[in-house]
């Protein structure tokens, strides 16, 4: 219990004998611990604490009031910002200015009461400084003076309904996370960039996939594959590998959203654990109505006005040094809220939680700004720590044509499809599909990687309803004997005669000619046809030599 006296345990003589004036008590103490003792015994003994409604001002009965709805404390900051400051003072300074007699604010003027005293307690977020009531006070005189004292430790999340208006372009979530994953793995593991297949992804919803995909232990810090723990991934059923990757996220320690956020630049590492500033910001959350959509400015001013120090409290505000990039200027102080710890809130609901598949997201149109959200069906599953209910789907067959193309839904099975995309080379992606074509140059590839043909075999043969005659024979006989026949580019050499090839062939130009086709026609190392011309002009023969629309030179 911290009460009166030991609220005035540490003052000052001087400041005593203000508060004994304030309340017109005898003070005749000679020291301040003699003096603590007597202000606390006469204070109580005067009765005047039965009587602060018509004692204090209106403001100062709002504060009071207020800090007893929130069981007698609040955090300093949080209590100052809103109700006002006190003016730090020694004691030659106290007796000099009297800040007493004129207070600043409501809060000052309580201070000069004893009514409020300041100290630090143990939080969620540590130990945090706290403006409170002096255990005895609020127990003896605020019942009278707030005799309708909430029940409630806080106040309720007044979180706004969403207009209608701000709601008419809706983006649902989604399990889309598993797909683009999938993806990210497949084109990382073949040195493939898989942007062609991520469509309408954001350069920041990627940077976070492959962040988290760091964090899963399915990507080394140098964004390469880790082949042993992808296989033990795609052995996860989907709701299973979906809550490995919220996992992951939520209860990393590592990984700073802060450093997310568009539009700032954190120099150095953020001194802050990570974890509880997701955790009180999802809290919120689980109050609200999953059939509602809500209003996204509403819920960052509700926290602004809650729980305004959930990231930065007390001396954070100017110690962190964050910039702004758009100017350079560092955002210190609270007044930098809005540019931090807003948009910090504003990215986490329609970036992770939106990616994860926990929060509907809604605005007035198409490209205008996200103005809503609601909580997904997902949601209460995963912050219960829970398997999510995913719905069971009939996978779709991989459908496969005479030409070697390969046409992936994003139904068929992610593991599938990871194994397909590392046989082939990558066409578009278009109508909800994923298209890939079969080509020496990809078999060869996937060979390189341990990867065999018979197993793309047994992969089709399996996941879908026919194979072409004509893929089938060529896959099986490219398993038995490789390729069967090839295409290149070659630079081709005709000669007048088979007198001029046997000159050529006894010149030192000889080691150009790569491949006789016949007795006047043979292949030439790409780049040498200038070399040649020199050494048939020697030999006493013109060269001809054909660019690509045919003209001599």
């Given at each position: 219990?911290?009460?009166?006296r030991?609220?005035l345990?540490?003052s000052e003589?001087?400041?005593?004998?203000?508060?004994?004036e304030?309340?017109e008590?005898p003070f005749d103490?000679?020291?301040?611990?003699?003096?603590?003792?007597?202000?606390a015994e006469?204070?109580f003994a005067?009765?005047k604490?039965?009587?602060?409604g018509?004692?204090l001002?209106?403001?100062e009965v709002?504060?009071?009031?207020w800090?007893?709805?929130?069981?007698?404390?609040?955090?300093w900051?949080?209590?100052?910002r809103?109700?006002?400051?006190?003016r730090?003072?020694?004691?030659?300074?106290?007796?000099?200015e009297?800040?007493?007699?004129?207070?600043?604010?409501?809060?000052?003027?309580?201070?000069?009461?004893?009514?409020?005293?300041?100290?630090f307690?143990?939080?969620?977020?540590?130990?945090?400084?706290?403006?409170?009531?002096?255990?005895?006070i609020?127990?003896?005189?605020?019942?009278?003076?707030?005799?309708?004292?909430?029940?409630?430790?806080?106040?309720?999340?007044?979180c706004?309904?969403?207009?209608?208006?701000?709601?008419?372009?809706?983006?649902p979530?989604?399990?889309?996370?598993?797909?683009?994953?999938?993806?990210?793995?497949a084109g990382?593991?073949?040195?493939h960039?898989?942007?062609?297949?991520?469509?309408?992804?954001?350069?920041?919803?990627?940077?976070?996939y492959?962040?988290l995909?760091?964090?899963t232990?399915?990507?080394?810090?140098?964004?390469?594959t880790?082949?042993?723990?992808?296989?033990l991934y795609?052995?996860?059923?989907?709701?299973?590998?979906?809550?490995?990757?919220?996992n992951?996220?939520?209860?990393?320690?590592?990984?700073?959203?802060?450093?997310?956020?568009?539009g700032i630049?954190?120099?150095?590492?953020?001194?802050?654990?990570?974890?509880?500033?997701?955790?009180?910001?999802?809290?919120?959350?689980?109050?609200?109505?999953?059939q509602?959509?809500?209003?996204?400015?509403s819920?960052?001013?509700?926290?602004?006005?809650?729980?305004?120090d959930?990231?930065?409290s007390?001396?954070?505000?100017d110690?962190?040094f964050?910039?702004?990039?758009?100017?350079?200027t560092?955002?210190?102080?609270?007044?930098?809220?809005?540019?931090?710890?807003g948009?910090?809130?504003?990215?986490i609901?329609?970036?992770?939680?939106?990616?994860?598949?926990?929060?509907?997201?809604?605005?007035?149109?198409?490209?205008?700004?996200?103005?809503?959200?609601?909580?997904?069906?997902?949601?209460?599953?995963?912050?219960d720590?829970?398997?999510?209910?995913?719905?069971?789907?009939s996978?779709d067959?991989?459908?496969?044509?005479?030409?070697?193309e390969?046409r992936?839904?994003m139904?068929?099975a992610?593991?599938?499809?990871?194994?397909?995309a590392?046989?082939?080379?990558?066409?578009?992606?278009?109508?909800?599909s994923?298209?890939?074509?079969?080509?020496?140059?990809?078999?060869?590839?996937?060979?390189?990687?341990?990867?065999?043909?018979?197993?793309?075999?047994s992969?089709?043969?399996?996941?879908?309803?026919?194979?072409?005659?004509?893929?089938?024979?060529?896959?099986?006989?490219?398993?038995?004997?490789?390729?069967q026949?090839?295409?290149?580019q070659k630079?081709?050499?005709?000669?007048?005669?088979?007198?001029?090839?046997?000159a050529?062939?006894?010149?030192?130009?000889?080691?150009?000619?790569?491949?006789?086709?016949?007795?006047?026609?043979?292949?030439?190392?790409?780049?040498?046809?200038?070399?040649?011309s020199?050494?048939?002009?020697?030999?006493g023969f013109?060269?001809?030599?054909?660019?690509?629309?045919?003209s001599?030179?």
């Amino acid at each position: 219990m911290t009460d009166l006296r030991q609220s005035l345990v540490k003052s000052e003589f001087s400041y005593l004998k203000v508060v004994a004036e304030k309340w017109e008590l005898p003070f005749d103490a000679p020291d301040a611990r003699q003096g603590m003792e007597l202000l606390a015994e006469t204070l109580f003994a005067s009765n005047k604490l039965a009587d602060l409604g018509n004692i204090l001002s209106a403001e100062e009965v709002e504060t009071l009031v207020w800090l007893d709805d929130r069981n007698g404390r609040e955090t300093w900051d949080h209590f100052t910002r809103r109700f006002g400051e006190i003016r730090e003072m020694g004691a030659g300074r106290l007796d000099r200015e009297r800040p007493d007699l004129a207070p600043i604010s409501p809060v000052e003027g309580l201070w000069y009461r004893a009514l409020i005293a300041r100290g630090f307690f143990e939080s969620e977020s540590g130990l945090l400084e706290f403006a409170y009531i002096p255990d005895d006070i609020r127990e003896f005189a605020l019942p009278l003076l707030n005799p309708a004292r909430k029940e409630t430790t806080q106040e309720t999340f007044l979180c706004r309904k969403a207009a209608s208006r701000e709601t008419k372009e809706r983006q649902p979530a989604s399990t889309v996370i598993l797909d683009h994953v999938c993806t990210i793995l497949a084109g990382l593991r073949m040195d493939h960039d898989p942007l062609d297949h991520l469509p309408e992804v954001t350069d920041s919803e990627r940077s976070f996939y492959q962040m988290l995909l760091v964090l899963t232990d399915l990507l080394d810090e140098k964004l390469s594959t880790l082949p042993k723990n992808l296989r033990l991934y795609y052995d996860l059923a989907e709701p299973d590998a979906l809550l490995k990757l919220w996992n992951s996220w939520l209860v990393c320690d590592t990984h700073h959203d802060l450093n997310m956020v568009e539009g700032i630049q954190i120099e150095g590492v953020p001194e802050l654990d990570p974890i509880p500033v997701r955790q009180r910001l999802i809290a919120p959350l689980k109050d609200l109505d999953p059939q509602v959509w809500w209003s996204m400015e509403s819920f960052i001013t509700q926290i602004k006005e809650r729980f305004p120090d959930f990231l930065r409290s007390a001396g954070e505000y100017d110690a962190m040094f964050i910039k702004d990039k758009k100017n350079g200027t560092f955002l210190t102080g609270f007044s930098s809220w809005d540019y931090v710890e807003g948009e910090l809130i504003r990215y986490i609901l329609t970036g992770p939680l939106h990616w994860l598949g926990l929060i509907d997201l809604a605005g007035a149109a198409e490209d205008s700004p996200i103005l809503a959200f609601r909580v997904g069906k997902l949601f209460q599953e995963f912050v219960d720590g829970g398997v999510p209910s995913l719905p069971i789907a009939s996978p779709d067959p991989i459908q496969i044509r005479s030409k070697g193309e390969i046409r992936v839904t994003m139904d068929v099975a992610h593991k599938i499809r990871y194994l397909i995309a590392r046989f082939c080379e990558w066409g578009p992606y278009k109508a909800d599909s994923y298209y890939y074509f079969i080509t020496p140059a990809s078999l060869t590839r996937a060979e390189k990687q341990g990867l065999k043909v018979s197993h793309l075999l047994s992969l089709l043969k399996n996941h879908t309803e026919a194979i072409p005659p004509n893929i089938l024979a060529a896959l099986e006989r490219w398993y038995k004997q490789g390729i069967q026949a090839s295409i290149s580019q070659k630079t081709i050499m005709r000669l007048g005669s088979p007198a001029v090839l046997k000159a050529l062939k006894r010149s030192p130009a000889e080691r150009y000619i790569l491949e006789q086709l016949g007795p006047t026609v043979v292949i030439i190392k790409e780049g040498s046809e200038e070399k040649i011309s020199q050494a048939l002009v020697e030999l006493g023969f013109f060269v001809g030599i054909e660019d690509q629309t045919g003209s001599q030179t």
